[in-house]
């Protein structure tokens, strides 16, 4: 089978796993860039030529066509195959899956963003309340989606959409993060989805074995220097 271009990403990136499921769903191969090296590589003037943001991933097509932005190429790619069913089945199907995938990005993706950057100190001071209203942010949408899902295998109709590769995606790395095992019990379906997605024979190698964390993430603050 010809490649249809190459991703860049990383192999445990969670965004590029997204686009590689999407990719292995539809029978389409995508490459990885062989000996990628993060913060060097993307700053090459020939892949700023590309992809004049930086940032991975980023899909270099066999066609010369480039495209960055992760819903971007997940969504190209969902619709190259002619019978792919992962975009819906009509209209309302389609803005369903972009409504779930909005959610997984916006809702659920950019708490867990925050609240690991906030963790690890990369905003510098860190501010209790700010971390707290992240978590309630992001265990607002967990509800939304529970609720959603205890009636239904999947979320826009009886088969896998790109809606629930971009949600998985985006479970699975908050349960590395903040999603821990006091929460995850509040949310059964939403794990269950997670690990029906993931586990998917076509999917298994690209995701992985989930990892979920016990506790979450905490801050620490820097060891204070002796006098
Ligand atoms: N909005 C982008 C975000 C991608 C992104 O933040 N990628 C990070 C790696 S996880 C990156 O390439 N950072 C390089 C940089 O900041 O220069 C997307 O959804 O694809």
Redesign the pocket.
Known sequence: MASIGTLYTWPT?G?GQRIRAVAALNGLQVDLPENYV??QD??KPEFRAKFPH????AFDGADGFNL????A?ARYIASLAPNSTLLGSDLKESALVDQWVSFA?NEIAANTTFIYQLVRGVFGTYVKPIHTTFVERQIRALKTLEAHLSTRTFLVNERITLADISVASVIKRAAMVDLDASLRVKFPNVMRHCETVVNQPQLKDIFGTMQYINKALTYVPPAKEKK
């Open positions: 990136q965004s993060h913060h993307n700053d930086g940032k991975i991933p960055f932005e992760t819903t190429i990005d």
